[in-house]
C-alpha cells in the first residue's frame, strides 16, 4: 500500500490519528521537501513518528518517483505532505504511477492553507481562484497572476496569493555546467509580494489603465498558518509592504466584496484601523 499523509500546517503533533498509524507501520516513510515547509525539523518529526524519514526533494519525486514506489506493492510506503496531499500542489502524478504499476493507494488527508486561511474571517466560499506569485528576476517579470487577482476582485471574490518557495534551486550558471551545486533556500515574504503588486499596478497606470486592485485595496498578509506564532495583517495594498510578520511561511490574500461579518474579522487583525476604515467600505455588501 502506498499511503499519502497530510501532515497539516503547524508542528510534528498535527498530524491525524489515522495518519500516524499509518506512518508507524510503514517500511519506508518518505518526507516530501519543496512545496512547503513545517515549523519544525525532519528530526522532531522522526522523534514524535518513531520513524526514520527519506526527504523527497523535486528532483526525486518528478525524476526518480519509481524508487518512491519500490516494493509498495508487497510493503507499506508514506509519503508526506505538509498541509493536504491534494491541497496547494498535487501529487496525482504518483498516484497515477502506483496505479500503473497495480499499488492500491490510501490518502489521509489534513489541513492546508487552502481551509486554514479562514482564520482571518474571510469566508472560504467567497474565494476566487487560487493564485501563485512567484520571484521576479531581472530579467523574468511575470504579471499574469495579476490578470487572476484581477478577475476574480471583479466578481466581488477574494483571492489567496501563495508565495514562491525556492529550495535545491540551481544558479542558471551551475545548471548548464551541469554543477550539483543549490541556491540557499529563499521563500517570499508578504512583503515582497506586495512590492511586486504595487509595480504592476504603476506598471498599467503608465500604460493608461485604471487596476481594478489599487494601492488602498483591503489585504491581508498570514504568516505561519496553524503554529502558535501565527500572524494576521489586514491592510492597504501599500502596507503588506512594509507589515512585519516574520519567518516563513507566508501567504497574501487580495480581497473582493466583503460581508459586514467578514469586514468586523478582519478590524481584528488591522494594521492601521483609520486607513482601514477609509478604504474598506467601497467593497462591502
Not at 519506508?28 to 528530526?43: F, H, N, P
Not at 466578481?155 to 535545491?168: A, E, R, Y
Request: charged letters at 25%; aromatic letters at 8%.
Amino acid at each position: 500500500m502506498l499511503y499519502l499523509v497530510g501532515l497539516g500546517l503547524g508542528d510534528a503533533r498535527d498530524i491525524t490519528v489515522k495518519g500516524l498509524e499509518a506512518v508507524r507501520r510503514c517500511r519506508r516513510v518518505y518526507l516530501e521537501a519543496y512545496t512547503s515547509l513545517l515549523t519544525v525539523g525532519k528530526e522532531a518529526l522522526e522523534e514524535f513518528y518513531g520513524k526514520e524519514l527519506i526527504l523527497a526533494d523535486r528532483e526525486m519525486v518528478e525524476q526518480e518517483a519509481d524508487s518512491i514506489l519500490k516494493e509498495a506493492d508487497v510493503c507499506d510506503v508514506a509519503f508526506l505532505v505538509v498541509g493536504d496531499p491534494f491541497g496547494a500542489t498535487t501529487h496525482s502524478d504518483l498516484v497515477l504511477r502506483a496505479v500503473k504499476l497495480g499499488i492500491p493507494y490510501q490518502v489521509i488527508h489534513n489541513a492546508s492553507i487552502m481551509n486554514a486561511v479562514g482564520c482571518c474571517g474571510l469566508q472560504l466560499y467567497n474565494f476566487g481562484e487560487t493564485v501563485s506569485i512567484v520571484f521576479w528576476t531581472d530579467t523574468w517579470k511575470p504579471e499574469s497572476f495579476f490578470d487572476k487577482i484581477e478577475k476574480n476582485r471583479q466578481n466581488g471574490m477574494h483571492t489567496l496569493c501563495l508565495l514562491d518557495i525556492k529550495v535545491k534551486e540551481q544558479s542558471l550558471e551551475n545548471l548548464m555546467k551541469g554543477r550539483k551545486i543549490y541556491e540557499p533556500p529563499r521563500y517570499m515574504s508578504v512583503n515582497q509580494a506586495a512590492e511586486q503588486l504595487l509595480a504592476i499596478i504603476q506598471n498599467r497606470k503608465l500604460q493608461g489603465e485604471e487596476p481594478e486592485i489599487t494601492e488602498n485595496t483591503i489585504c491581508v498578509g498570514l504568516a505561519r498558518v496553524g503554529a502558535l506564532d501565527q500572524k494576521i495583517a489586514s491592510g492597504t495594498l501599500s502596507q503588506m509592504s512594509t507589515v512585519e510578520l516574520g519567518a516563513p511561511l507566508h501567504s497574501l490574500i487580495v480581497t473582493g466584496t466583503m460581508h459586514p461579518l467578514e469586514l468586523e474579522m478582519l478590524k481584528l487583525f488591522s494594521v492601521d484601523s483609520s486607513s482601514f476604515e477609509k478604504n474598506a467600505f467601497q467593497r462591502t455588501t
